[in-house]
Structures are given as structure tokens and as C-alpha cells.
T-cell receptor
Framework: AQSVTQPDIHITVSEGASLELRCNYS??????LFWYVQSPGQGLQLLLK??????LVQGIKGFEAEFKRSQSSFNLRKPSVHWSDAAEYFCAVGAAGSARQLTFGSGTQLTVLP | DTEVTQTPKHLVMGMTNKKSLKCEQH?????MYWYKQKAKKPPELMFVYSYEKLSINESVPSRFSPECPNSSLLNLHLHALQPEDSALYLC????????????FGPGTRLLVL
């Protein structure tokens, strides 16, 4: 079975600073990887996804993520954080055999300081 | 249009009440999902419908009863809930193929008194 680890429960950055949120997955084959963002009391919005091909994936709102098979990682990055980026971020993995079942990480809460 | 709508936005119910949550999508997706999310936790999968048939039930108590009347609608019928069932209930939909992205609705915030 697949699993996802987001090592950082809470990250605080200053507005304009760069951001990296970590995600490590466990799965025997090539996984389907997703990053979602959730504002308080809202649903989840897809930021980006990786299925195959180029390991550097561009998403919405200026986010990107890099798939590193050797490190089983799919870290999310943004070069300059905006105050509106404050939210909860979830990494998720779907397995090839049952990709409709997403396994979510525990989430990283991002706080942005003015 | 990648919108999934859910009604109501908020629901307060007593433990003896019967209520229903509704989810709708018009993206032509043939897979639909119910998730439960407690505060500060990731979503937990409850049910998956594929081509209007229940394909996954993650050992959810029978006081939660899903229904998929057609390819655009998904309901979750609630009866005799417990206070610990208070949570955000999220609906999602996707194409019914491997690796397809799930699109989430805004959720229904449920409080059981």
C-alpha cells in the first residue's frame, strides 16, 4: 500500500520569501502525485500533478514541484510567497492499480508573515 | 468548468434527525467520491462510485448511506449520527480512469448535537 509523509506540520515564511514544502511517498512503482491546497473551511484545490514525463511540474499560482524518484520525494516550491498563499497544503499519491484511491499526507500549515 | 457544488454549506442536526447532503457536477465525470475531514486532518475516503455503482466503501458505519441517482448527482443520507460525526464532508469527482485528477467541492460543514 502507498503512503505519504509530510514532515513539516507547520511552516512560517515572510511574504516575498521562497518556499519549499516537503513530501515523501512510499510506493513500489511510479506513483501519481498531487499537491492540493485548502483554505480554511474550503474544499481542496489542485495545484499541480505528476504522472510521467518531465519531472519538474508547473502548477497554478506560481507553484512548481519536482519529482525525484531516487529520493521518493515530490517537494512543492514557490520562489516568492504572497500573503494569500497562507493555507493548508496536502500532498497525495494515487497508485496505478487503484488511482481513484488517493492517499493524503497529514498536511502542512503555511503561515505567511507580512 | 471544473466545478463541483455541494449543498448545504452548513448543517446542524440532532442525533435522531435524518438529513441528506447533495453533490453535483457537470463535467461528465463518471467517478464520484465522499470524504470526511476532521479539523487539522487530511480527508478520509468514505465511498467511491464508478459509473453510478458503489465500488468502494471504506467500512463506513451504516448511519451513512450514499446514493448516486445519476452520473451528475451524489447524495449522502445521514441518520442517527453521533457527535463524533461532526466534520467537513467533501465531495469530489473525476474521470473514471487510472490517475485522473479528483476535483473537490467546497464541502458541507456538519455539526451533530
Amino acid at each position: 500500500a502507498q503512503s505519504v509523509t509530510q514532515p513539516d506540520i507547520h511552516i512560517t515564511v515572510s511574504e516575498g520569501a521562497s518556499l519549499e514544502l516537503r513530501c515523501n511517498y512510499s510506493y513500489g512503482a511510479t506513483p501519481y502525485l498531487f499537491w492540493y491546497v485548502q483554505s480554511p473551511g474550503q474544499g481542496l484545490q489542485l495545484l499541480l500533478k505528476y504522472f510521467s514525463g518531465d519531472t519538474l511540474v508547473q502548477g497554478i499560482k506560481g507553484f512548481e514541484a519536482e519529482f525525484k524518484r531516487s529520493q521518493s520525494s515530490f517537494n512543492l516550491r514557490k520562489p516568492s510567497v504572497h500573503w494569500s498563499d497562507a493555507a493548508e497544503y496536502f500532498c497525495a499519491v494515487g497508485a496505478a492499480g487503484s488511482a481513484r484511491q488517493l492517499t493524503f499526507g497529514s498536511g502542512t500549515q503555511l503561515t505567511v508573515l507580512p | 468548468d471544473t466545478e463541483v457544488t455541494q449543498t448545504p454549506k452548513h448543517l446542524v442536526m440532532g442525533m435522531t434527525n435524518k438529513k441528506s447532503l447533495k453533490c453535483e457536477q457537470h463535467m461528465g465525470h463518471r467517478a464520484m467520491y465522499w470524504y470526511k475531514q476532521k479539523a487539522k486532518k487530511p480527508p478520509e475516503l468514505m465511498f467511491v462510485y464508478s459509473y453510478e455503482k458503489l465500488s468502494i466503501n471504506e467500512s463506513v458505519p451504516s448511519r451513512f448511506s450514499p446514493e448516486c441517482p445519476n452520473s451528475s448527482l451524489l447524495n449522502l443520507h445521514l441518520h442517527a449520527l453521533q457527535p463524533e460525526d461532526s466534520a467537513l464532508y467533501l465531495c469530489a469527482s473525476s474521470q473514471a480512469a487510472v490517475g485522473e485528477t479528483q476535483y473537490f467541492g467546497p464541502g458541507t460543514r456538519l455539526l451533530v448535537l
